[in-house]
């Protein structure tokens, strides 16, 4: 089945410094990438649509100068948390679209847990 | 935009059955799905019903009624591991990128 990678699978890291996360799709081309937050005790919230060779389309209330998103290929897309503080921590969560006969399915990585201290 | 609603939690017992229910609202309903997420890890695919009626899956169904704007997931014969939250989400043709909406989850907690 499609598998999707997600890197590093934890992160800690200082208040004020810049985090990348990695997601990759890794047998297949995926156009489209999804990057959802999840706090705790709480269901996955989108942030952004990123799509490959374009701009990143953000949810209302999610800074895009904050969260950089970059698809720059068909199997990577990254997000950049920059100048992260506790409030920032974190399940990051991606998600890549695969064109199938019934329609796309979305295919979620393993996720990726950020603390910032 | 979508509205979508599930109980918040859920308590049952190994070996019994557990209908988790999940209502929508959507202009522009283009399929419904369920996943199962462990803590601490990410969502995994359960089932996925456009048509309306009963999609079976061994011990999981997934049922839909678009008139209704109302699904729910069947867990039989339920087993300890099967503790965990379930999402239901819900695709609207009219949202740009195949994007799914996900509702707030239901933790289902199964007892001996």
């Known amino acids: 089945g499609a598998v999707v990678s997600q890197h590093p699978s934890r992160v800690i890291c200082k208040s004020g410094t810049s985090v990348k996360i990695e997601c990759r799709s890794l047998d297949f081309q995926a156009t489209t990438m999804f990057w959802y937050r999840q706090f705790p005790k709480q269901s996955l919230m989108l942030m952004a649509t990123s799509n490959e060779g374009s701009k990143a389309t953000y949810e209302q209330g999610v800074e895009k100068d904050k969260f950089l998103i970059n698809h720059a290929s068909l199997t990577l897309s990254t997000l950049t948390v920059t100048s992260a503080h506790p409030e920032d921590s974190s399940f990051y969560i991606c998600?890549?679209?695969?064109?199938?006969?019934?329609?796309?399915?979305?295919?979620f990585g393993p996720g990726t847990r950020l603390t910032v201290t | 935009g979508q509205n979508i609603d599930q109980p918040t939690e859920m308590t049952a017992t190994e070996g019994a059955i557990v209908q988790i229910n999940c209502t929508y609202q959507t202009s522009g309903f283009n399929g419904l799905f369920w996943y199962q997420q462990h803590a601490g890890e990410a969502p995994t695919f359960l089932s996925y019903n456009v048509l309306d009626g009963l999609e079976e899956k061994g011990r999981f169904s997934s049922f839909l009624s678009r008139s209704k704007g109302y699904s729910y997931l069947l867990l039989k014969e339920l087993q300890m591991k099967d503790s965990a939250s379930y999402l239901c989400a819900v695709r609207d043709s009219n949202n740009a990128g195949n994007m799914l909406t996900f509702g707030g989850g239901t933790r289902l907690m199964v007892k001996p």
């Open positions: 998600s890549a679209s695969l064109l199938l006969a019934g329609g796309y399915e979305q295919y």
